[in-house]
């Protein structure tokens, strides 16, 4: 179907200001299984304490430390770096440079949670790892993610999840991510055209899409603040629509994660909605094949 013939339920990147969107697509579409999901529905997220034990944070930990040190993948395309400290501030594509991180990627208790929620085989969209490094790393300012994917990677619906799994402890002080609970339910359509081949400097610092400061204040009037916090280990898994943001971290404890999107196989992308081309397959996979159909050695086997 040519692009100009779609019918688009979420137009964002517009010329004008729109009105919200009420989300009429599910926020659960299968059965959750799992306690730590309950409040899923509600809220539009969850937090999963002890995902990983004290011995898997310490490898994991050292793991994203080495890549982050690794001057290889200085200059790889994967890898964004802080706009004013010049830290590495994202490593993309990361189950592909890390055998731990593709091995870890199709276990069941990971999978198995977007699952529950998706309700049905998921592929993974992207990987990356997030660094927050201590008097240096710079926020991200209030966005939804499902807004970039369904802009600029052609994600037809909000029926995608990210897994962000603490490698450091997260505190109230140190950037730790900030949540609109219930905001998954309402689409803030943004403005401004999309240029051409931004994605690298969004990437650094979001200019495009993202709501104006009345939306972040009618949202956050509407379903308030919270934030996630606690030990190294701990998770949160959170719908693709959900309003969420952090601060700059200007203390001495840098905060880092593992960051896992799926997204289900009944919702793979299309060509973008609001955007001139497609973004690489580092930042969106355009790979549908269900992640418990890849073995964990095959996605071992791809790294380099």
């Known amino acids: 179907m040519p692009v100009s013939d779609r019918f688009d339920r979420y137009p964002t990147r517009?010329?004008?200001?729109?009105?919200?969107?009420?989300?009429?697509?599910?926020?659960?579409?299968g059965k959750v299984t799992s306690p730590e999901l309950e409040g899923f529905e509600a809220n539009g997220f969850a937090t999963i304490p002890d995902l990983l034990s004290p011995d898997e944070v310490a490898a994991f930990g050292a793991e994203v430390g080495h890549l982050a040190a690794d001057p290889v993948l200085y200059g790889d395309e994967r890898?964004?770096?802080?706009?004013?400290?010049?830290?590495?501030?994202?490593?993309f594509q990361v189950h592909k440079l890390s055998k731990p991180i593709a091995g870890l990627l199709a276990e069941s208790r990971i999978v198995g949670l977007a699952e529950q929620i998706l309700g049905s085989p998921v592929y993974l969209h992207q990987s990356r790892v997030n660094y927050m490094p201590g008097f240096g790393g710079s926020g991200f300012?209030?966005?939804?993610d499902f807004e970039t994917w369904h802009a600029e990677d052609g994600m037809p619906a909000p029926r995608a999840v990210s897994l962000s799994i603490a490698l450091t402890d997260n505190y109230p002080f140190n950037g730790s991510l900030m949540l609109m609970p219930g905001s998954h339910r309402t689409f803030v359509p943004c403005m401004g055209e999309t240029p051409t081949a931004h994605y690298r400097e969004s990437l650094r610092e979001q200019r495009i899409g993202i709501p104006n400061a009345d939306d972040i204040t009618f949202l956050a009037a509407r379903y308030g603040i919270t934030q996630f916090t606690g030990k190294a280990g701990s998770a949160l898994l959170f719908d693709s629509n959900v309003m969420h943001g952090s601060s700059n971290n200007i203390t001495p404890f840098p905060r880092s994660n593992i960051f896992l999107v799926f997204n289900s196989v009944e919702n793979a992308l299309a060509e973008p909605f609001a955007a001139p081309q497609?973004?690489?397959?580092?930042?969106?996979?355009?790979?549908?094949?269900?992640?418990?159909?890849?073995?964990?050695?095959?996605?071992?086997?791809?790294?380099?």
């Open 141 to 144: 300012g209030w966005h939804s």
């Open 79 to 91: 890898v964004v770096v802080e706009p004013v400290a010049g830290q590495v501030r994202s490593v």
């Open 278 to 304: 497609r973004r690489p397959e580092h930042i969106a996979a355009r790979e549908f094949t269900p992640v418990r159909e890849v073995p964990a050695a095959e996605y071992a086997d791809q790294v380099r």
């Open 14 to 29: 517009l010329s004008e200001p729109a009105p919200h969107i009420e989300r009429t697509d599910p926020t659960v579409w």
